[in-house]
């Protein structure tokens, strides 16, 4: 059972228009939700992070939205850049537990 | 910067072969991950470590064995290589308080022929 979902495998946005990539989830017990960005042939990187008590976080370009009520996250990235393009993964974790557990990723591609 | 290491970027070996991934962080992080990604499945946890010697298993811990003997160190071993081990291993480690964040190694491309 797939507790975390990214149900769009891919994504292609120009250059300079807005990304928005989105996650589900079923556990209501998830408590704190993260972004990770993925080149090929490296490990992912931190993005961006949020807490179930916000709904809203902001960093730079990348905004993440918590709903709460519908299980549902999403990444916005304004304005979308050619190095913006890779998969990107959004996690989540229960309060206390060390494990988060990764959707299947959105392959974003930013057409120049 | 948090750096976390692994042995190899890429590696091939054949079927019944034994394997070791290692795995090196320099932060002191107390929780370590061992992961591996395929097309469409996403990151799927195999092994995590909270402490050393300590170790629970995750998702997919069938066919894999863990070892970790020093903070710093987390080992991952195919214990007789198959072929649908064929993946991208990725190693992770985290802080024991706060949130919990992952930082991830580069990976290790494992080709089981």
């Known amino acids: 059972d797939q507790q975390v979902k990214q149900n769009s495998p891919s994504l292609s946005v120009q250059e300079g228009r807005i990304s928005i990539l989105n996650c589900d989830y079923t556990?209501?017990?998830?408590?704190?939700f993260l972004w990770y960005k993925k080149y090929p042939a490296e490990g992912p990187t931190f993005l961006i992070s949020i807490s179930s008590i916000k709904d809203k976080n902001e960093d730079g370009r990348f905004t993440v939205f918590l709903n709460k009520s519908a299980k549902h996250l999403s990444l916005h990235i304004v304005p979308s850049q050619p190095g913006d393009s890779a998969v990107y993964f959004c996690a989540a974790s229960v309060a206390g537990t060390y494990k988060y557990i990764f959707g299947t990723g959105t392959r974003l591609k930013v057409l120049a | 910067d948090v750096k976390v290491t692994q042995s190899s970027r890429y590696l091939v070996k054949r079927t019944g072969e034994k394997v070791f991934l290692e795995c090196v962080q320099d932060?002191?992080?107390?929780?370590m991950f061992w992961y591996r990604q395929d097309p469409g499945l996403g990151l799927r946890l195999i092994y995590f470590?909270?402490?050393?010697?300590?170790?629970e298993k995750g998702d997919i811990p069938e066919g894999y064995s863990v070892s970790r003997e020093k903070k710093e160190r987390f080992s991952l071993i195919l214990e007789s290589a198959s072929t649908n081990q064929t993946s991208m291993y990725l190693c992770?480690?985290?802080?024991?308080?706060?949130?919990?964040?992952?930082?991830f190694g580069p990976g290790t491309r494992l080709t089981v022929t």
């Open positions: 556990n209501s017990m998830f408590d704190y």
């Open positions: 992770a480690s985290s802080t024991g308080t706060g949130t919990y964040e992952q930082y």
């Open positions: 470590s909270y402490d050393v010697k300590m170790k």
């Open positions: 932060m002191d992080h107390e929780n």
